[in-house]
């Protein structure tokens, strides 16, 4: 039977791996969920500092609709399998 570790709320440990768990309520309160990506940096000894990474294509994805008609892109790929 596994023993039952008891931590301090908002606290956690670095492993043998030198893995870290985040609590999930502080995740929440910054807004972060599965999936997000995020750089760490070190800001002095024994600060670290976690900012999400935007992929800046991301934002650009899907703000000019209609501009593949506009420029007929399909017919410049077709020129490619003549």
Do not use: F, Y
């Not at 600060?47 to 992929?55: K, Q, S």
């Not at 991301?58 to 399909?74: K, Q, R, V, W, Y």
């Amino acid at each position: 039977m596994a023993t039952e570790v008891k931590r301090r709320p908002g606290v956690t440990r670095v492993s043998r791996k030198h893995q870290v768990t985040l609590p999930v309520d502080v995740l929440r309160e910054a807004g972060l969920g599965p999936g997000d990506e995020l750089r760490v940096t070190a800001d002095g000894r024994g600060r670290l500092v976690l900012t999400v990474v935007h992929d800046p294509l991301e934002e650009l994805i899907g703000s000019a609709p209609g501009s593949s008609a506009m420029t007929d892109l399909d017919a410049l790929r077709n020129e490619w399998e003549r």
